[in-house]
Every structure is written in structure tokens, then in C-alpha cells.
T-cell receptor, first 113, second 115 residues
Framework: GNSVTQMEGPVTLSEEAFLTINCTYT??????LFWYVQYPGEGLQLLLK?????DKGSNKGFEATYRKETTSFHLEKGSVQVSDSAVYFC????????????FGTGTSLTVIP | DTGVSQNPRHKITKRGQNVTFRCDPI?????LYWYRQTLGQGPEFLTY????????KSRLLSDRFSAERPKGSFSTLEIQRTEQGDSAMYLC?????????????FGEGSRLTVL
């Protein structure tokens, strides 16, 4: 079946620290992979995506690389800011998922000044 | 582009009552999704429309849940005979047909509280 597993939270970091949020997936075929972010009081919004193996998605200083050999799509940022405090969701979708999106459970990040 | 709009934003109801949520997707998007999200969990797929056709429905979805998208534009999600376990955030999302890489655009959700 299709599923996404994210590292447990919550994660608390000091400003300018390095961030990694782990995400691994199980899927039939070759799905597209996504990171969505949910800021407090707002809806989910796309942060970045990658559509095939070895692609790197990037946005707002965040990066994630589609690793087929390890079925992973870990999210990284070199220097987090207070404004990055949010819940981050890893997700997959593709033709073999019937165009459904499968989401992880989310990882809450709090960045303190 | 006004984004995906959902209403009401919050509904409090007594057990056994029926509730209906409405979703207005981004106008040019032909795909519309309903998800449910509970505290500490990611969005859980409920159902999906392409234009007015309901193409997929989660096996986890009770018969008390029904969704429609009669003209391929807005959609409604009705829950009959609500139970306390139905308390959750109901999310609507839309996307354009872009093969398997289409981004989902989410509304802010409709929070249901069943007393």
C-alpha cells in the first residue's frame, strides 16, 4: 500500500539552528513527493515538491531530495527562523495512488529566539 | 484567484443532528478533494471528484457521510446523525489536472464539534 512516515515531534530549535525532519514512504510505482506546511491558524500550503528520483525541491531556504534507494524525502533548512514555526507534513501522490494524496502525521516545529 | 473557500469555519452540533459543509474550489480547478484531520494526525482522505463525478471514496467513510458536486463547481459534504467521533477538521482541497504532480490547494477547513 501507500503510506508516509514522519519523525515524531514536537521539535524545538533555537533561531539559526539546522533543521532536519525525516520522511520515508512506501508506494507502488514512482509517486511525486511533497512537503506541505501549516502555519498557525492557516490552511495547508505547498512548501516544495519533487516528481522523480534524485530531484531536489526547494523553497524559502528549505530543501528535500527524492531518494528512491532509501525511499526518503527528508526536509532540511540550514538556518531556521522564528517565522518557520509551523506543522510540516510529508505527502505522496501519483497515478498509482489514484491521484489521492497520502499524508504523514505532521511534525510540529517551534523556533525560539 | 480567491483560493479555496470553506464554510462554515466552525460548527458545533449535538449528537444525532445532521451537518453540511460547503467548499468552493479555485474556479479553474476540476479536481476537488475532501479530507478529515484530527488533532496530531495528518489529513485523511475521504473522497475525490473530477468535475461532477465522484471517482473515489474512502472505504473508511461511513454511510452517514455523503458528498456532492452537482455542477462540477462547489461541493457539499453532509454528515447525518453525527457522532462524537465525527469531531474533526474537515478540509477541502482542489487541483487542476496535471497528471500525477498536481499541487493541492487547501481551504482553511471547517471544524466540527459534536457534543
Amino acid at each position: 500500500g501507500n503510506s508516509v512516515t514522519q519523525m515524531e515531534g514536537p521539535v524545538t530549535l533555537s533561531e539559526e539552528a539546522f533543521l532536519t525532519i525525516n520522511c520515508t514512504y512506501t508506494a507502488t510505482g514512482y509517486p511525486s513527493l511533497f512537503w506541505y506546511v501549516q502555519y498557525p491558524g492557516e490552511g495547508l500550503q505547498l512548501l516544495l515538491k519533487a516528481t522523480k528520483a534524485d530531484d531536489k525541491g526547494s523553497n524559502k531556504g528549505f530543501e528535500a531530495t527524492y531518494r528512491k534507494e532509501t525511499t526518503s524525502f527528508h526536509l532540511e533548512k540550514g538556518s531556521v527562523q522564528v517565522s518557520d514555526s509551523a506543522v510540516y507534513f510529508c505527502a505522496l501522490s501519483g497515478r498509482n495512488t489514484g491521484n489521492q494524496f497520502y499524508f504523514g502525521t505532521g511534525t510540529s516545529l517551534t523556533v525560539i529566539p | 484567484d480567491t483560493g479555496v473557500s470553506q464554510n462554515p469555519r466552525h460548527k458545533i452540533t449535538k449528537r444525532g443532528q445532521n451537518v453540511t459543509f460547503r467548499c468552493d474550489p479555485i474556479s479553474e480547478h476540476n479536481r476537488l478533494y475532501w479530507y478529515r484531520q484530527t488533532l496530531g494526525q495528518g489529513p485523511e482522505f475521504l473522497t475525490y471528484f473530477q468535475n461532477e463525478a465522484q471517482l473515489e471514496k474512502s472505504r473508511l467513510l461511513s454511510d452517514r457521510f455523503s458528498a456532492e458536486r452537482p455542477k462540477g463547481s462547489f461541493s457539499t459534504l453532509e454528515i447525518q446523525r453525527t457522532e462524537q467521533g465525527d469531531s474533526a477538521m474537515y478540509l477541502c482541497a482542489s487541483s487542476a489536472t496535471q497528471g500525477s504532480t498536481g499541487e493541492l490547494f487547501f481551504g482553511e477547513g471547517s471544524r466540527l464539534t459534536v457534543l
